[in-house]
């Protein structure tokens, strides 16, 4: 489960997040079965990656609206001018509330309707195909419109190698000290 | 037709800026309170969802 919640926590995009977490999902529960003989559930690591995604989302969406709001009504607030509620409407991204609704509403289902989650069950994981269906689609359509030698003429090169030197130096450590702090010891349930 | 902003020559354009100095307390502070939530959250984690640990 920490590889897990660090892939979610490491890697920068949701659908690359979660397709990290697939393949370390895999890997995992091979080499258990291979090693141990151990026959971890599927998709639990997947789950942590997937969680902790998601939660960096909805986070991120909270903390860039609070942001916004002390930024404009205390650090460059003009005398006389007042934020239009509809303008921080207007500026928050909406994919967020997406997510925390959905999550609300299956929790309310799963916790109120014992008897639902089966269905839930049954729902989510006919959901994983159209998953599965819109990662391909995603990673086809980034490779098939990147032209990646306009973006090294560009100058791309050294916004990548800026990005790789934090990516290495700082964010996978730091990622994998959080994920190991909340995730040691769990593993997922045995078949 | 205008031509199309090059992402290098936008660069090449831009004048370095010094950090104000709200937006070093900006940073000094978002460091803080994340150092202080990660306390939190490891205390609530810990003490009421205490499984593996």
Redesign the interface.
């Known amino acids: 489960m920490v590889a897990g919640a660090w892939m979610g926590l490491a890697v920068k995009t949701d659908g690359a997040a979660i397709a990290s977490g697939q393949i370390t999902d895999s890997l995992i529960r091979a080499k258990a079965l291979a090693e141990a003989g151990i026959n971890y559930n599927p998709d639990w690591i997947m789950g942590a990656a997937t969680t902790v995604k998601v939660f960096i989302d909805i986070f991120i969406g909270v903390w860039a609206f609070l942001l916004a709001v002390i930024w404009c009504s205390v650090i460059e607030s003009k005398p006389g001018e007042r934020i239009r509620a509809g303008e921080i409407w207007e500026r928050f991204p909406k994919f967020v509330l997406g997510y925390v609704f959905t999550f609300a509403i299956i929790l309310y289902v799963g916790v109120s309707y014992p008897a639902l989650l089966g269905k839930a069950k049954t729902a989510t994981g006919e959901g994983n195909v159209f998953r599965g269906l819109f990662f391909l689609m995603t990673f086809l359509t980034i490779g098939m419109v990147s032209n990646f030698r306009r973006l090294w003429e560009e100058g791309i090169g050294k916004l990548a190698a800026v990005y790789l030197l934090c990516l290495f130096g700082f964010i996978i450590w730091i990622g994998l000290l959080i994920s190991w702090l909340f995730f040691a010891g769990l593993k997922p349930p045995v078949m | 037709m205008p031509e199309e902003p090059?992402?290098?020559e936008e660069?090449r354009k831009m004048e370095e800026e010094e950090f104000l100095p709200?937006e070093k307390k900006l940073v000094t502070w978002s460091i803080v309170l994340g150092i202080l939530l990660?306390g939190v959250?490891?205390w609530i984690?810990r003490t009421y969802f205490a499984?593996?640990?």
Request: net charge positive; glycine share 8%; charged share 10%.
């Open positions: 090059r992402l290098a660069m709200i990660l959250f490891l984690s499984v593996g640990h």
